[in-house]
């Protein structure tokens, strides 16, 4: 019997075709998250990977139907997800496939259901984004969409019971996460028209949106770039305070995830002309020695 079958095992996950139902989902996530998939069935105890891959790949749907066709389609579609979703978390039942695991994943971890719904009522802002005019505009987004959507999949690593402490220290670890992503993917944002730099910072550097979208290499696009990413850096090394605010069995994967960002942020940081022309990332290699670094902290927690 293989580690997938094993883990829904572990779950309690027993009927046949809500079993089918996950695995699909794993197939989902694997084929646009492979290496984080890897990770959460290295790392994780294995009867909670299930009910990381429901969480991501009801994120990933909600995402794709924000991301996908004309506006008005889009948001008449995310309207008919939000109520389906709605329904389904209050009766408990539904006949979609997608949500058939995220009910029975809500079951098992009841907090998550405050979490997906959070989620949901933040994530349609991102129908209407027009980029920020200021540092205060970005701070508001990351409050009203990118915590809840981090929450959904971290509600399932922290401590039991009251996670404000640990909530607080995700808002801080997102933060830099979020910065990092805008940062990293600037040249893709660009070419699909979001500039995600508030238009206050780039005004302080002397920098205009023209400079990023035809990809000058000038001293002030470079300090502008470094800046942003003396940001991500302060800030993810606060972060790391949420790693003592998780259970023992979950650090070695939260550990990673922290990791993976700083290997983001040194290869952006190597290179920062070439972030006007493509997206950056951990070094592969790099991102091999961590994973195996930290599954060997993971086994030792599991004896």
């Given at each position: 019997m293989g580690s997938w079958e094993n883990a829904m095992n572990a779950a309690g996950i027993n009927d046949p075709g809500l079993r089918d139902d996950y695995s699909r989902q794993l197939g989902q996530v694997t084929r646009y998250k492979r290496e984080a998939v890897l990770a959460a069935r290295l790392l994780l105890p294995a009867r909670l990977v299930p009910?990381?891959?429901a969480a991501t790949a009801y994120m990933h749907r909600t995402d794709s139907l924000l991301d996908s066709g004309p506006l008005d389609d889009r948001r008449a579609a995310y309207t008919h997800w939000e109520q389906e979703v709605a329904d389904s978390l209050t009766t408990g039942a539904t006949g979609n496939p997608e949500l058939r695991p995220l009910l029975n994943t809500v079951a098992a971890h009841p907090a998550l259901?405050?979490?997906?719904?959070?989620?949901l009522a933040g994530a349609v802002a991102d129908l209407d984004f027009a980029?920020?005019?200021?540092?205060a505009d970005y701070q508001h987004y990351v409050d009203g969409y990118s915590l809840p959507a981090f929450m959904v999949v971290a509600t399932l690593l922290g401590?039991?019971?009251?996670?404000?402490?640990?909530r607080a220290a995700c808002r801080t670890?997102?933060?830099?996460?979020q910065r990092l992503d805008f940062v990293s993917d600037l040249a893709e944002d660009l070419a699909d028209g979001r500039l995600t730099i508030p238009a206050q910072t780039l005004n302080?550097?002397?920098?205009?949106?023209?400079?990023?979208e035809q990809a000058r290499d000038l001293p002030a696009v470079?300090?502008?770039?470094?800046?942003?990413?003396?940001?991500?850096d302060r800030t993810l090394a606060e972060g790391r305070a949420v790693v003592g605010l998780v259970p023992p069995a979950h650090r070695p994967m939260v550990r990673c995830m922290i990791g993976l960002?700083?290997?983001?942020s040194a290869a952006a940081r190597a290179d920062i002309p070439a972030l006007l022309r493509r997206s950056a990332g951990p070094p592969k290699l790099a991102a091999l020695r961590l994973l195996g670094a930290e599954y060997l902290r993971a086994r030792r927690v599991r004896r």
């Open positions: 009910h990381v891959i259901r405050g979490r997906a719904q959070e989620y980029g920020f005019a200021t540092e401590p039991d019971g009251d996670q404000r402490a640990y670890f997102i933060d830099a996460g302080r550097h002397g920098v205009t949106r023209t400079d990023l470079r300090a502008l770039i470094a800046d942003q990413l003396d940001q991500v960002d700083e290997l983001t």
